[in-house]
């Protein structure tokens, strides 16, 4: 670990933390809070159709994939997406996307665009566009670029449908990260600093480690984007790329940064310094890669001085075994034994994040399967089969839940002790992302097309204009 103390962190006298949404409001960061619990108290719609336009208050057309998470503050949606659909001439070509759309009707008002990294797939799958969740604090929006870059965006635009660059800071450069694929940590900050996983990872050949000395994790001053701390406890043992992103939240008298990383294990740190308060093997000691270990992609959430989270892989390599666990995040060293509060093991390899909401934890699978479990014991109360992969997370809303599929099909269930189906609706094609709210207004997207939808709302029957969709079914991991 290595703290740089001349970066200009002011952190003295901020010691307050949001935990879970407040009701009607802007839904400003991935999980909508810093804890990343995914639970709202708003009410939205919980039927609508896309074909007849039902509901829909508006649709906006984006790349042709899409696994950047909706973000809505200040007036605007915020999605990341490719470059499928070129809105600049000038622009063109493969290119990572960050779209900013009005909130009230979907107008386009702005985008930044990212060329693609030279060296390809091993670094900048094609094709794949911004798969991070935008941070917006004010009139700033942070973000992960597809080219490994932290990018502090003034939310105005420069007048003229492109981005005003406040700053960058390029992990490839600053802090040799290589990464795996995709680099989509979504950022979360306290304080004057954001944190960021560096999505260092393997090489193409999937065997050797290009930069085994770069940070796993790295918090930023986001005045100036100068380094504050960063922290490399994987070093060699990454097993496949690092692509989870991070939870902040009080416990006991301690602000936590709390991550997973790529060597399957979850870590805890003091959010001012990065000192690194604990640590916790999320699989078991007899299990090998790639076949029963696995890394950890979901982001953590923090409730009650706990964590709750659940380990998978890459969805290119398929289902398996996964584990879910309760951690007591006030223990300090190796707390894998210690820290244990329940381990449940009937769960699949997910990607997912929780949502947590009066003593029942929902979490999903890539397998597809959505579990309803005692927060406090982890006996599971129900499971719902979505019958196709899920990359998205279960999201609580009022007293509902909403959960996306690669089938493009959103179920809305019934919170609570027993499972009951209020319907499922289909948004044309895959839904990769998660459902937010803000303002009491539904926002999903899909592949290729951003939804508002709204109670009482129509408007034309949506189509998929714009470029033909990619046949590829994925490409790369979303910590989501």
């Not at 004010?138 to 870059?149: F, H, I, P, Q």
Request: charged letters at 20%; proline letters at 5%.
């Amino acid at each position: 670990m290595r703290i740089l103390i001349g970066a200009g962190v002011l952190l003295a006298g901020f010691c307050w933390i949001q935990a879970s949404d407040s009701g009607i409001g802007d839904w400003p960061m991935w999980g909508g809070t810093p804890d990343r619990n995914m639970v709202s108290n708003q009410q939205v719609v919980s039927s609508w159709d896309v074909k007849t336009g039902k509901n829909v208050k508006w649709v906006s057309q984006l790349g042709s994939q899409s696994y950047g998470n909706p973000v809505v503050a200040g007036g605007q949606v915020y999605v990341g997406t490719n470059n499928e659909l070129v809105r600049d001439p000038k622009e063109g070509g493969d290119r990572g996307v960050l779209m900013a759309f009005r909130e009230s009707d979907g107008e386009f008002l702005w985008q930044h665009t990212n060329v693609k990294l030279p060296a390809g797939r091993a670094n900048d799958w094609p094709f794949q566009g911004v798969c991070s969740s935008p941070l917006v604090e004010g009139d700033v929006l942070y973000y992960t670029s597809n080219r490994c870059e932290v990018v502090a965006l003034d939310t105005h635009g420069d007048g003229n449908k492109h981005a005003k660059v406040i700053w960058k800071f390029d992990m490839m450069e600053e802090v040799g990260s290589e990464p795996h694929n995709m680099s989509n940590a979504s950022p979360v900050s306290y304080g004057d600093l954001i944190f960021v996983s560096t999505a260092n990872g393997q090489d193409e050949s999937h065997v050797h480690i290009p930069s085994p000395k770069a940070p796993a994790i790295i918090a930023l001053n986001k005045k100036t984007g100068k380094l504050a701390w960063e922290d490399n406890p994987v070093e060699d043992r990454i097993l496949h790329g690092q692509w989870a992103s991070p939870a902040v939240g009080k416990v006991g008298d301690t602000v936590q940064v709390v991550i997973g990383q790529g060597d399957g294990w979850v870590r805890g740190y003091d959010a001012m310094t990065g000192k690194r308060l604990w640590w916790f093997d999320m699989n078991p000691k007899d299990s090998v890669w790639p076949k029963t270990r696995n890394e950890v992609i979901s982001t953590p959430i923090i409730y009650d001085n706990k964590i709750y989270i659940a380990n998978g892989q890459d969805p290119e390599h398929g289902e398996g075994v996964g584990h879910l666990y309760a951690i007591d995040a006030t223990k300090r060293g190796d707390i894998t034994q210690s820290g244990r509060i329940w381990h449940f093991d009937k769960i699949r390899r997910s990607i997912s994040t929780g949502a947590l909401k009066d003593g029942i934890l929902y979490y999903s699978d890539f397998s597809g399967f959505l579990h309803a479990l005692d927060a406090a014991t982890g006996k599971e109360y129900w499971q719902h089969d979505m019958l196709a992969a899920v990359w998205g997370s279960p999201m609580v809303i009022g007293d509902k839940i909403y959960l996306g599929d690669e089938d493009g099909d959103v179920v809305v269930l019934q919170a609570g002790k027993e499972k009951k189906v209020l319907g499922e609706y289909n948004m044309g094609s895959s839904v990769y992302s998660t459902p937010v709210p803000a303002h009491g207004v539904l926002f999903i997207a899909n592949r290729n097309q951003l939804f508002a939808l709204k109670e009482g709302a129509m408007t034309k029957p949506a189509t998929a204009r714009g470029p033909m969709l990619l046949r590829e079914p994925w490409r790369l991991a979303r910590a989501r």
